[in-house]
């Protein structure tokens, strides 16, 4: 056996063999849900080219042979150009502002011929992923420095705000899920509540009246002011904290927020985040265009047919292939961002939580490779793989049950899609090619 062969199944027989597999399965599972969804009696065959099983197959095998690429590629290649290629990308995304198809809206799409489309969004995910692992693993990087600190944030969050101006929210909201993985390498807990703290108010500005909230923000103040008045007293920074805090919750709330729904936000996005609220759209931020021709569509529509559909499948489900919202199209994007709720409708809740249990599963190995790691660079990096994949996790499941607004998030690995299986899989893959190198320090 040649010294090439020796070397090359000694880089195969150090695969972590759960994540690839623990991959493999929930692959399969959606290739096979999304096969329920489309499949009909009259069909001539299951082998259909047409159909979106089938392309969900091919791209498999495209995303197999890309893994194998990644894994006989040395190391160092993905830190050497990690800067280089979140550079090229950016530019691509920034470009596909202007030349990229409109979809349903959005500009976040790019024609490569022959019916072949691609987001350069998604596969930005994977170098973004390494570009932040690259800056936070350098030797002269020190996260208690507020300069890398914005630094780190501007790596993860510039490309989000590209993505916002291709009018691809949802996608755009997934960059924040770096935020975990620098709070892993050291973002102080006061940022953490920060975010937290501002949610808070987002949603309590958008319940409440302005005029209940800015009683409501002076009592708490009041309040608060009262319990620290003796720090407030001595201290100047102290004070000026306070200050600024009371003055950004004002003009957050009575300002920025309504500023937002009233001028950026699009009808449906409205329509959704109110949806998810329980409430209907207030008069003030209701919108007519001429294409509604002042008809006000069901927002809850997509959701409540997605709660029906699981809600049906009871706890062993109706059985493979006897969905009735699946087989009569009730729900829609039902093979793409609503894809879980076939799964929910044919194996009940016991089909659900093996789904949910694969994917805990699955992160947890990443998690545990990631700090099995001698290089920073290959630990942050499995850190960001690892927040990615809960962001899209947690935030589909949650939207199919209702419990978090429409937003046109794919459930990694199952969801149908080229672009997101490709990417979903090079994440994985340039993980476990790190992983095969973990003796190594990768600079």
Sequence with gaps: MSSNATSQKSVTSRIDAATFWLYMALVVIGIVAVFSVEYRSTDPTIFMMSKSHMKQTIWLGISLFVGMIIIFTDSKFFSSFAFLSYTVCLLLMIATIFIGQNM??????????????????????IFTSLALARFLSLGETDFRRTKDRFIG?????????????????????????????????????????????????????????????????????????????????????ARIVFIGSLLFALLFSQVMIPLAFKKVLKNYQIERIYTMLGRDVPDEYVKYDEESSGKKKDPGYNVRQSMIAIGSGGFWGKGYLNGTSTKNSFVPEQNTDFIFCSIGEQFGFLGSFVVIGLYILLMLRILTVAERQKSPFSRIYGYCVASVLFFHFAINISMTIGLAPVIGITLPFISYGGTSLLSFSILIFILLKLDTDRSLMIH
Excluded: C, D
């Design 153 to 237: 944030l501007a790596i993860a969050l510039v490309p989000a705000m590209v993505i916002i101006l291709q009018n691809e929210t949802g996608l755009a909201l997934v960059y924040f899920s770096f935020i975990l993985v620098m709070y892993r390498e050291g973002l102080p807990n006061a940022i953490l509540i920060t975010i937290f703290a501002l949610g808070f108010l987002t949603i309590s500005t958008l319940l409440l009246s302005h005029t209940v909230m800015l009683i409501l923000i002076l009592m708490l103040a009041t309040g608060i002011g009262l319990l620290l008045r003796h720090s407030l007293r001595r201290e100047g920074a």
């Design 104 to 125: 349903k809206g959005s500009h976040s799409w790019l024609s490569l011929g022959g019916g072949i489309r691609f987001q350069p969004g998604e596969i930005g995910k």
